[in-house]
């Protein structure tokens, strides 16, 4: 089963980038991730979404904070869907 990476890193100077990408298990997805938070800040503080009231967030959403506790991107692995099957 793939596991389907959704990333978006926020800028508020050049508009928030959305990254997606594939990968054979939960935890290089994870890894990739963590990574790229890393470029942004060294040690992202990464925990689970809690959702406004009333909103339905994406199973597993995760949003990464810098040191100062400024939001910058969130993300989410999950299985894909298409995985190899038809509707």
């Known amino acids: ?19 997606t990408a594939e990968f054979d298990d939960d935890r290089a997805c994870e890894l990739a991730a963590l990574r790229t938070f890393q470029g942004v800040t060294a040690e992202p503080d990464l925990r689970p979404l809690e959702p406004a009231s009333g909103a339905t967030p994406i ?20 299985p894909s869907r298409s995985d190899g099957q038809n509707g």
């Open 1 to 19: 089963m793939k596991i389907i990476l959704i990333l978006v890193l926020f800028n508020l100077q050049s508009g928030s980038e959305v990254i």
């Open 59 to 78: 199973d597993g959403t995760v949003i990464a904070r810098d040191s100062d506790g400024a939001e910058i991107g969130m993300y989410s692995c999950n």
